[in-house]
C-alpha cells in the first residue's frame, strides 16, 4: 500500500536530477492526492494509528511497514488524512498512541563508542578474518541500530505537522481530554540530547586521528542523517508558529544540545576538510548545520522585540562564542575564494585559463590579495590535494567549499541579522556582527527582507534570498520601462486595496518578463564549454593528419608536395575565418585587458607585415624553383632511380591468381589493431629494416601461409591484390602494409603461445590458418549479399542519424538567434532610426526636372503626374555614390526593420499573451465569467475570449495549469462539473487522476502532427498580438519601410519614431491624445458650426465670396453647398479675423448690417472661443500630465508605497526614510518575495511565507502593511 503512493515518485527522483516545472509538480501531486485518498478511504489512516497504539511501545516488523504506510499516506502535507487522523484521536481519546511514540523514541538507539571500541578490537585481533564481510557488517550495526526505523519515526511526526497545522502541532504538545498526556516535543529533545552526546563521544574518539576511518565515516553518516530528520520534524512542529510549542522548546534542554553541536561543527569541519576522502562526510555535516539553524530561524518566526526566545538564543551563542567563531572563520574562508580566483590579479598565475596552480603560486596570490592571515592560508593549502608536482585544480577545489559555505552562511547571515534587528540594545551581538561583517557584507546584496502583516495581526519581518539572476533581469531595459510606466500610472490611483491589487500585477507580469529574459539569456553560458571539449579533439585530429600526410608524401615530386602544401594553407585560412573560431576569438578579445589590446592590435599589424613578406617570398623562391627544377634538374633521372623493382612487377597482374586472396587478405587486413599499426610505423620511419628485407619478408610470409601441399604458391599476382584499389598507389606503402599485417598476428601469437618448441607454435599457426581459409571459402555468397545489406542499412542509419543531429543543430541555431534578437530588440530600434536619419539626410538632395532622367537619376522614385508634362525627382550630386548609397540604407532598413517585428514578438508578445490568459483565468476563477454571468454583446474583447476558454493548450504561458481545475472545483456543486468541463474542454478521463489509465503513445504521423496543434487556441493568440498598440506600430513601421523601395519619400515617416523612443516627447504626444475624446467632440462641434454659417452664407451672402480680380471671370466660392463649406472650414478657420478677413468689404452694400453680424459671431464663436477650448484642451493635458509626473516624483520621495507614511516621521533618524524604502518596504524586494515563493515548493514554505502564499492565492491583500510599520510599532522599544 505504501508504495502505491511513491514508489513512483522515488524512481523519478532517481531518474531525473534536473528541477520539474510547476506543471510536473503539480500533475505528481494530484496522483498522490488520488492514491492517499483510495487507502484512507478505506481505513488505512485509522489502521495506521491503531497499530501503532497496539505496539505498546516496542519495535517489531509490523510497526516498521505501519510508519512506512503512514509516511506514504501523509507524503507532501495531506490535510484531509491529518484531520481525519486527528478527528480519531481526539474521537477515541487513545492516550495509548502518545505513549507508543514516546517508547519507542526511547527504544531508539544512538551511537555506541563501547560497541565500536570491541568491534575494532575485534578486527585489530583477525578474529573477523573468518567469518567475512557479512559479520562485519553486522556487528557495525549494532554501533547504531534501527536508524532507519529512527528516521521513520521522526518523519512520520513531522509529516503529521506538515503544512503547519496549528491544530496536529498543539496536540503533539498537549492531548487535551485525554486521562494521559505526553508532551512529544520533550520526548523529540531527550531523544536529540542523547544522539547529540554519543556524536560528542566519537568525535573525541576521532579526535587525536588524522584520518577518520571508513567504519567511522560509515557510522558518522548514519547519526548525522538521524539528527538531520529530528531538526526538520523539529522545525515543523514549530512553524506556523505554533507559540505554544515554541515556549515549550524554548523552556527544554534543546540549548544543551544545540552548543554540544555547534562544538561538534566547530572542530569537525575543520577536520574533514583537510582530506579528500572526507568530503562527502564534511558536506554531511554542513546539510546538518544548515538544518539546525533553519530550526532556529523557526523558533524566531513572529518574534517581538527583546523577546525571551532571542534572549536565550543569544544565551546560548555567546556560551559557544568560541565555536561560533570557528564557524564563522570558516565560511568567511571559503567565501573569498571565489573573488581571489576571478580576480585579474589571480589570472596573471593562470594566464591561460586552465585552471591548474601549483601550491605556491596559490600561496602568493592570498598574499598578494592581503584578505588571509598566514594561519588561514596554511589552512587553505592543507585543504588542497596536490600531485606529485605540487599542482593541483582550484577551481574544482573553490566549487567544492564555496557552495556549501554559501548555501550555510546565508542562512547563519540571517540569523544574525534577525537577532540584532529584534535585539537592538544587547551589545554581545556586536561582537558577533564584528566577527560575521564580511559575511554579512556578502550576503547583503542577497538577503532579502520584507515588512507584513502577520496572522497576530503585528507587524513581522520576513527574510529570504534573492537570487543573483533576478537582480540582474531587474536591470533589463524592458523591465526598467515597465516599471516607470506602473509607477505613473498607479502611484495616484484608487485605494490602498486598489492600488495592491495593481501592484500583485505588476508583479507577476515582471516575474513572468524575468523569467522570459533569463531565458533568452541562457544559451550562450553554455557554449564555451561545448567548445573546451572540442578543442582537445580537434588538436588529436590534426596531429593525426599532419602524421598521415608526411607518411604519404615521403615518395612525392616536388610539385605535389608544393600543391599539397598550398591545399593545407588554404584549409587552414579558412578554418580561421569559420564562425565557431570567430566567436572563440571574440570571447578571447573581450576577456583582454587594455595593454593586451594595445599589444595585439601592433601584433596584427606586424603579423600582416611579416605574412606578405613570407607570401612574396614563399612565391618568387617556388617560381625559380619549378624553373631550375624543369630546365636544369634532371627529373626524369631522378625519377627513374627512385622506381624499384618491386614498383615495376607489382602494377602486372598475374591472370592465373586473380580473385583467389582476396578474402583472405580482406580478413587479415580487419584484424590489425590500432596500436600495432602505429608502432610498426615508427619503425619504419626509423628505417630499422631495408627495402630488400621487407621484399623477402613478403615473399617469405606469403609462403608460409600457404605452406599446405593443397594451397597454391603465391606469384607476382598476390602483390598486385595487395595494392587493391583500397591500398595505396605504390608498392612501398603495400609493403608496409602487409609487414603492419604480419606485426599484428606475430603480437597475437605471442601473447597466447606457452612454453613450446618454434616449429611446433608455427606448425599449429598454420594449421589453424589453413582452417580459416577453408571455412572462408566454403561461406555462401548469401553471407556476402547479408552483409551488404547490413552495410547498406548502416549507411541509411548513419544518413538518418546525421540529418536528426544536422536538425537539432539548426534548432538550436535558431533558438540562439531568436534569442540573440530578442536580447537586442531596443538596440535594433535605435540602428533603425539612425538609418532613418541617414536616408532622410540623402533625400535632401533631391530636385525635380522635367528633363528626362540622366544617369544620377533614380528610376525608382519617379512621379508622372503633372499637367504640364513628366517630372523626375532626381539626386543632385556629382559624385555618384549617393544613389546605391541610398539604395543600399533602405534594404538595410527593411532588413532592421523585420528583424525588429521578429525580436518584439520573442521578447514582448509572450508577455502579452501572458496577461491576457492571466485575465481570462482570474475571471473564470474568482468571477465566475462564462459560467455566472456572460459578457455583454457589445464586449468584443470578451466574446473573443470566449474561444480560447475551450481550448487544451490555454493556459499556455501563464504559470497556473490547473485554474480549469480550480473553477470545476469551485463552481461544480453549483452548476455541476460535467456541464463546466464541457465548456471548458475538458473530456472526463481529464478529472481524475487515476494513473492506472494510461493512454498508449500514437505513432507519430503528419497527420497525427497535424492533428496535435491548437488551432483554436493560435487563432485567439493571433487576434491577441493584432490588437496590441506595440505590435501594430512595429507593423506599420515595417510597411513604410517596404513602401519606401517604391518611393523613398516614404522614410520621412519613420522620422516620427523619435517621438517613440524618447521619455519627453511621449508625454508631449500623450498630451494630444490624453484628453482624446474631449478634442474629437470639439471638433465635432467645430464643424458642426462652421456648417451653419455655411448654410447661412450660401443663401444670402453669395455674391460676398468672389475671390477672383477678374470682373469677366469671377471665382465664386460659394455656388454650390460643398465648396461653400470647405471654404469655410480651410480659409475661415485659418483666418486670424474670421471668415470676415477672406470676404469682399460689405461698405454700402445693403446687407452691411447682416455681414457684420455674420463676421463678428463667426469670430466669436469659432475662433475666440471653439479654438481655443481645442488649444486649452492640447495645453492643459500636457500640464496635467507634467504635474501628474512630479506629483508621482514628489510621492515616491516624501511617502512610502507600501505603508503610506510620509517622510516626515521617519526623518527624525538621519537617512530614515531612505532606509525604509530601500531595506525594509522597498518595491523591488516584495517582487523578488513573491517570485520567491512562486518557485518554492508549497511543503518547504516557513509559516510566515505559507500565510502570505495563502492570501495570495485567495487574492486578498491584508498582508501589505498598509498604515503601519515594524519601526513603528515598536518605537519605544527600538528607541
Known amino acids: 500500500m505504501a508504495k502505491s503512493c511513491q514508489g513512483e515518485e522515488e524512481e523519478e527522483e532517481e531518474e531525473e536530477g534536473k528541477e520539474k516545472t510547476f506543471e510536473e509538480k503539480e500533475m505528481e501531486k494530484q496522483k498522490t492526492l488520488y492514491q492517499q485518498a483510495r487507502l484512507h478511504d478505506r ?58 511514540l514516546s517508547g519507542l523514541m526511547q527504544s531508539c538507539s544512538v551511537l555506541d563508542l563501547n560497541a565500536f571500541e570491541r568491534q575494532n578490537k575485534a578486527e585489530g585481533l583477525g578474529m573477523l578474518a573468518d567469518e567475512g564481510s557479512l559479520m562485519m557488517r553486522e556487528r557495525g550495526e549494532k554501533v547504531l541500530q534501527n536508524d532507519e526505523f529512527t528516521r521513520d519515526l521522526f518523519r512520520f511526526l513531522q509529516l503529521l505537522c506538515e503544512g503547519h497545522n496549528n491544530d496536529f502541532q498543539n496536540f503533539l504538545r498537549t492531548q487535551t481530554g485525554n486521562t494521559a498526556t505526553v508532551n512529544i516535543i520533550i520526548s523529540t529533545v531527550d531523544y536529540l540530547l542523547r544522539l547529540q552526546e554519543s556524536i560528542s563521544d566519537f568525535y573525541w574518539y576521532y579526535s587525536g586521528k588524522d584520518v577518520i576511518d571508513e567504519p567511522g565515516q560509515r557510522n558518522f553518516s548514519k547519526a548525522l542523517a538521524v539528527a538531520k530528520q529530528i531538526f526538520n520534524s523539529l522545525t515543523e512542529y514549530i512553524q506556523g508558529p505554533c507559540i505554544g510549542n515554541q515556549q515549550s522548546l524554548a523552556h527544554s534542554r534543546l540549548w544543551d544540545a544545540v552548543v554540544g553541536f555547534l562544538h561538534v561543527f566547530a572542530n569537525m569541519q575543520m577536520k574533514l576538510s583537510q582530506d579528500s576522502s572526507q568530503i562527502e562526510l564534511l558536506k554531511e555535516l554542513l546539510d546538518l548545520q544548515q538544518d539546525m539553524v533553519v530550526m532556529m530561524l523557526s523558533l524566531l518566526e513572529g518574534n517581538v522585540v527583546n523577546g525571551t526566545i532571542g534572549k536565550q538564543m543569544v544565551d546560548t551563542l555567546v556560551e559557544s562564542s568560541n565555536n561560533v567563531e570557528m564557524i564563522l572563520k570558516f565560511f568567511d574562508m571559503f567565501l573569498k575564494l571565489k573573488d581571489l580566483t576571478s580576480s585579474d590579479a589571480f589570472k596573471e598565475y593562470d594566464p591561460d585559463g586552465k585552471g591548474v596552480i601549483s601550491k605556491k603560486e ?26 606529485e608536482n605540487d599542482m593541483f585544480n582550484y577551481e574544482e577545489f573553490v566549487e567544492r567549499f564555496h557552495e556549501p559555505a554559501k548555501d550555510i552562511g546565508f542562512n547563519v547571515a540571517v540569523l544574525l541579522t534577525n537577532l540584532s534587528e529584534h535585539m537592538p540594545h544587547d551589545t554581545r551581538l556586536g561582537t558577533f556582527q564584528e566577527l560575521a561583517e564580511n559575511v554579512l557584507n556578502y550576503f547583503e546584496p542577497y538577503l532579502g527582507r520584507i515588512e507584513i502583516l502577520g496572522g497576530a495581526k503585528r507587524i513581522e519581518r520576513v527574510y529570504f534570498e534573492i537570487s543573483e539572476s533576478s537582480r540582474t533581469q531587474w536591470e533589463k531595459p524592458q523591465v526598467k520601462e515597465s516599471k516607470r510606466q506602473f509607477i505613473f500610472d498607479v502611484v495616484n490611483e484608487g485605494g490602498e486595496s486598489e492600488k495592491m491589487e495593481l501592484f500583485v500585477n505588476f508583479c507577476e507580469d515582471t516575474i513572468f518578463e524575468m523569467q522570459l529574459a533569463s531565458q533568452i539569456s541562457e544559451p550562450d553560458a553554455a557554449e564555451r564549454p561545448e567548445e573546451d571539449e572540442e578543442e582537445p579533439h580537434s588538436l588529436l585530429e590534426e596531429l593525426t593528419a599532419a602524421e598521415d600526410e608526411e607518411a604519404s608524401l615521403e615518395s612525392s615530386s616536388a610539385f605535389t608536395m608544393a600543391c599539397v602544401s598550398m591545399k593545407k594553407n588554404f584549409t587552414n585560412f579558412m578554418k ?41 617570398y614563399t612565391l618568387v623562391w617556388g617560381l625559380i624553383q619549378i624553373v631550375w627544377t624543369s630546365m636544369f634538374g634532371g627529373g626524369l633521372v631522378e625519377g ?84 587493391g584499389t583500397d591500398a595505396p598507389a605504390n608498392l612501398a606503402s603495400a609493403v608496409r602494409q602487409k609487414k603492419l599485417e604480419q606485426a599484428g598476428d606475430s603480437s597475437k601469437d605471442t601473447e597466447t603461445e606457452t612454453k613450446a618448441e618454434p616449429e611446433k607454435a608455427d606448425t599449429e599457426d598454420g594449421e589453424k590458418k589453413d582452417k580459416a581459409k577453408e571455412e572462408m571459402q566454403a561461406e555462401p555468397l548469401s553471407e556476402e549479399k547479408k552483409v551488404r545489406r547490413r552495410r547498406h542499412g548502416q549507411k541509411k542509419g548513419e544518413k538518418d542519424a546525421f540529418m536528426a543531429k544536422f536538425l537539432a543543430g539548426l534548432e538550436v541555431y535558431q533558438t540562439k538567434m531568436l534569442n540573440y534578437l530578442a536580447r537586442n530588440f531596443y538596440n535594433l530600434r535605435f540602428l533603425a532610426l539612425f538609418v532613418a536619419f ?157 494513473p492506472t489509465e494510461e493512454t498508449a503513445a500514437k505513432e507519430a504521423t503528419l497527420v497525427s502532427w497535424l492533428s496535435s496543434i491548437d488551432m483554436k487556441y493560435h487563432i485567439w493568440k493571433l487576434g491577441v498580438v493584432f490588437t496590441d498598440n506595440s505590435f501594430l506600430y512595429l507593423a506599420w513601421y515595417t510597411t513604410m519601410s517596404v513602401l519606401g523601395h517604391y518611393n523613398n519619400f516614404f522614410f520621412a515617416a519613420h522620422l516620427l519614431d523619435i517621438a517613440m523612443g524618447f521619455k519627453t516627447l511621449r508625454t508631449i504626444l500623450s498630451s494630444v491624445t490624453h484628453n482624446g475624446k474631449q478634442l474629437a467632440l470639439t471638433v465635432g462641434l467645430l464643424a458642426v458650426v462652421v456648417y451653419l454659417y455655411t448654410v447661412v452664407a ?31 472650414m480651410y480659409v475661415g478657420v485659418r483666418a486670424g479675423g474670421g471668415i470676415g478677413d477672406e470676404l469682399e468689404d460689405p461698405a454700402g452694400d445693403p446687407y452691411e448690417m447682416y455681414r457684420i453680424i455674420f463676421d463678428i459671431t463667426f469670430f466669436f464663436f469659432v475662433i475666440v472661443i471653439l479654438l481655443a477650448i481645442i488649444q ?13 509626473q512630479e506629483q508621482v516624483k514628489e510621492d515616491m520621495e516624501t511617502k512610502c508605497f507600501i505603508c503610506g507614511i510620509g517622510s516626515d516621521y521617519f526623518d527624525t533618524t538621519p537617512h530614515g526614510f531612505e532606509t525604509h524604502t530601500l531595506e525594509e518596504h522597498n518595491l523591488a524586494n516584495y517582487m523578488f518575495f513573491l517570485m520567491y515563493l512562486i518557485n518554492k515548493d508549497d511543503t518547504e514554505h516557513t509559516g510566515q511565507e505559507s500565510y502570505v502564499w495563502k492570501l495570495y492565492q485567495e487574492r486578498c491583500w491584508d498582508f501589505f502593511p498598509a498604515g503601519d510599520c515594524f519601526r513603528k510599532q515598536y518605537e519605544d522599544l527600538l528607541g
Open 43 to 100: 481505513g488505512a489512516a485509522e489502521m495506521v494509528l491503531q497499530m501503532i497504539s497496539a505496539s505498546k511501545g516496542t519495535m517489531g516488523p509490523m510497526i516498521v511497514y505501519t510508519l512506512k504506510l503512514g509516511i506514504a499516506m501523509l507524503n507532501g502535507g495531506n490535510a484531509v488524512v491529518q484531520q481525519k487522523m486527528l478527528d480519531y484521536l481526539k474521537e477515541k481519546r487513545d492516550a495509548g498512541f502518545f505513549k507508543s
Open 1176 to 1188: 486649452g484642451l492640447i495645453i492643459d493635458a500636457f500640464g496635467e500630465l507634467r504635474d501628474q
Open 640 to 723: 627513374a632511380k627512385n622506381i624499384k623493382v618491386t614498383d615495376i612487377l607489382g602494377n602486372m597482374p598475374d591472370p592465373t591468381q586473380f580473385g583467389i586472396h582476396s578474402d583472405v587478405l580482406e580478413a587479415e587486413k580487419s584484424e590489425i589493431s590500432e596500436a600495432t599499426a602505429s608502432s610498426d610505423l615508427v619503425q619504419l620511419a626509423k628505417g630499422e629494416k631495408g627495402e630488400p628485407d621487407l621484399m623477402s619478408e613478403l615473399l617469405g610470409s606469403i609462403k608460409k601461409e600457404g605452406h599446405s601441399k593443397h594451397s597454391p604458391e603465391p606469384g607476382l599476382g598476390d602483390i598486385s591484390e595487395i595494392i
Open 1098 to 1128: 450660401f443663401n444670402f451672402f453669395r455674391k460676398f465670396y468672389n475671390k477672383s480680380e477678374d470682373e469677366d471671370a469671377p471665382d465664386m466660392k460659394c455656388d454650390d453647398m460643398m465648396t461653400c463649406y470647405l471654404f469655410h
Open 362 to 387: 596559490f600561496q602568493k596570490a592570498m598574499e598578494s590579495q592581503r584578505q588571509y592571515t598566514q594561519s588561514e592560508i596554511e589552512f587553505l593549502l592543507s585543504c588542497a590535494d596536490a600531485d
Open 576 to 616: 580561421l575565418l569559420t564562425l565557431k573560431n570567430i566567436k572563440k576569438q571574440y570571447k578571447k578579445f573581450k576577456k583582454m585587458s587594455t595593454k593586451e589590446m594595445i599589444v595585439m592590435f601592433f601584433s596584427f599589424f606586424w603579423m600582416i607585415f611579416v605574412g606578405l613578406f613570407h607570401f612574396v
Open 838 to 994: 541617414a536616408i532622410n539626410f540623402i533625400l535632401l538632395f533631391y530636385k525635380v526636372t522635367g528633363e528626362e532622367e540622366d544617369e544620377d537619376s533614380d528610376p525608382w522614385n519617379d512621379d508622372d503626374d503633372d499637367d504640364f508634362g513628366m517630372e523626375f525627382f532626381v539626386l543632385q550630386e556629382s559624385t555618384g555614390y549617393m544613389a546605391p548609397t541610398l539604395r543600399f540604407l533602405a534594404i538595410i532598413h527593411t532588413i532592421i526593420s523585420l528583424v525588429c517585428v521578429v525580436g518584439y514578438y520573442c521578447l514582448k508578445v509572450p508577455l502579452v499573451v501572458f496577461k491576457r490568459e492571466k485575465e481570462i483565468a482570474r475571471k473564470l476563477e474568482f468571477d465566475g465569467l462564462y459560467i455566472t454571468e456572460q459578457p455583454s454583446d457589445d464586449d468584443i474583447k470578451g466574446q473573443w475570449d470566449r474561444l480560447v476558454i475551450s481550448t487544451p493548450s490555454f493556459p499556455n504561458n501563464y504559470w497556473d495549469k490547473f485554474v480549469k481545475r480550480k473553477v470545476i472545483n469551485k463552481y461544480g456543486d453549483l452548476y455541476g462539473p460535467e456541464r463546466i468541463a464541457e465548456l471548458l474542454g475538458l473530456d472526463k478521463s481529464a478529472l481524475d487522476f487515476n
